[in-house]
């Protein structure tokens, strides 16, 4: 073999050289795809409520016991603390004394979706439908002429609260909304698509055999009505106090002649969560304290009380410290957060909106993004140079797959993820996720070697 030019020893000294980490051994794929057989099965809980419902459950069998407010834990504890049946904090109590700050892990466990309105049920040409209100930011088309299923919880007026599934069973159900034959379509499609479909039209529809009465009017509606009494107890004015919405049908499957993906709804962010429980998890004698949260409604912007602009982490912390006779905020100064949300991958058929150089690509890794936001990096926690370091040299120690990346083009688009909610406290923070193609779609797609890199890498660093 001869000898390597001068300038292929500088290329190698000094220039990156991405990887496509699907070139690894069989062994490393292999983990990968034991590894994401537990991770499709968390993908069949749909809501934040099923998440947090299911995650309870995982964290009992794994030793976690409910946060009891005055108790001083010992190093290796866990326990965990739910809020309002939407969001959940899990901790693993450090060997180091807990005032040398925290390992954070934050991820979101809501997703885009058709909420539905207070008043939902009604009755068009002997049709009966559910109204919604779509709940983040989706593409409105997206949603039409799929099958959805129906999940949520209903209070009854006399207080009882009511879990709703349906559609997850083979026997069970799905439902609809319709769509405009092309046929009859030519004025639709002269309209931009953010004119041709409107979010008034994403009804539900639920039903067309009438009630046998013919003193009644509104049949079908009435037939529905009975339906949902007969089984659930649910009356008409019960649906002022619900929260049910429509999720896509679809089950998660591998995706492609090579089972390399995830073909699944949820993948943002759930995809981030299960890798966040598992490291939590799996994490046993940490030196530092480890904090992982699930948070709600960060698809619309992280408000109310079970988001991360609310004040729960926070009050959680300050009673979790304050039996060690610390001071929250002197505690999160010297901690570190991943906020753990995913990133956009490059998607060739669409590669006018991706700025290459910079972009994440399906295969290559865990993404780090040191900021995100749009324009000028408006609405955004920008990571230190001193926190880029500290995340590069603990992965690149570990032998973790990584990429930088950033949510497209400057002057196209952008998002932003929980981070800057989390730095506002004086905590280090960065975003680290996994890369998605179709993000925000009923049916996103992930690799499965990109999923397990980020469980390794948030699992390194709540070491």
């Known amino acids: 073999m001869s000898e390597k030019t001068p300038g292929q020893l500088l290329t190698e000294k ?7 980490i699907g070139q690894r051994s069989a062994e490393e794929i292999e983990k990968a795809n034991k590894f994401c057989e537990g991770y499709k099965e968390f993908l069949r809980n749909k809501t934040e409520r099923e998440v947090v419902d299911y995650t309870i459950e995982l964290l009992k069998q794994n030793g976690y016991t409910e946060f009891k407010r005055g108790v001083k834990y010992s190093p290796g504890d866990k326990v965990y603390k739910t809020n309002r049946g939407k969001a959940l904090i899990m901790v693993t109590i450090g ?46 088309y997206q949603w039409f002429a799929i099958p959805l ?33 092309p ?47 007969e089984k659930y107890g649910i009356t008409e004015s019960d649906f002022n106090s619900a929260e049910l919405c429509a999720v896509p049908a679809f089950e998660p499957k591998d995706l492609g002649f090579d089972r390399a993906m995830i073909g699944a709804y949820g993948h943002d962010d759930r995809v981030c969560s299960y890798t966040a429980l598992m490291a939590e998890i799996d994490t046993k004698a940490p030196e530092h304290t480890t904090v992982t949260v699930f948070a ?76 995100g936001g749009g324009g000028g990096k408006y609405n955004t926690n920008d990571a230190s140079a001193e926190m880029m370091g ?59 070697l990109d999923v397990y890199m980020t469980y390794l890498a948030v699992a390194e660093f709540y070491k």
């Open 296 to 371: 709600d409604k960060e698809e619309t912007g992280s408000d109310g009380n079970t988001g991360m602009n609310s004040y729960f982490l926070k009050d959680f912390l300050e009673d979790l410290v304050s039996s060690y006779g610390a001071e929250v905020r002197h505690i999160l100064e010297k901690s570190k957060c991943l906020s753990c949300d995913v990133s956009a991958a490059v998607d060739p058929a669409f590669a006018e909106v991706f700025e290459r150089r910079n972009a994440s690509y399906i295969n290559h890794g865990a993404v780090v993004e040191k900021y």
């Open 183 to 229: 046929h009859l379509d030519k004025a639709q499609v002269k309209k931009p698509v953010a004119e041709a479909f409107s979010g008034e039209a994403l009804n539900l529809l639920i039903g067309c055999q009438p009630f046998q009465d013919e003193e009644v009017s509104e049949k079908v509606k009435l037939n529905i009505a009975n339906i949902l009494f």
């Open 95 to 140: 060997k180091k004394d807990i005032s040398e700050g925290l390992r954070i892990g934050v991820s979101h466990i809501d997703s885009p979706r058709l909420d539905f309105k207070p008043n939902p049920l009604f009755e068009d040409t002997e049709m009966a439908y559910f109204k919604t209100h779509y709940y983040g930011g989706i593409k409105k």
């Open 390 to 448: 500290f995340i590069r040299t603990l992965l690149n120690n570990a032998g973790i797959a990584w990429q930088t990346g950033e949510l497209g083009r400057i002057d196209i688009g952008g998002g932003g993820t929980v981070a800057k909610y989390v730095s506002t406290h004086n905590v280090d923070t960065v975003d680290l996720g996994v890369p998605v193609l179709s993000m925000h779609a009923p049916f996103e797609v992930v690799s499965k």
């Open 14 to 20: 000094l220039l990156m050289k991405p990887e496509n």
């Open 149 to 181: 299923s129906i999940r949520g919880t209903v209070i009854l007026k006399d207080g009882t609260a009511v879990k709703v599934r349906i559609g997850d069973e083979p026997e069970d159900p799905i439902f609809c909304v319709t769509d405009l034959l």
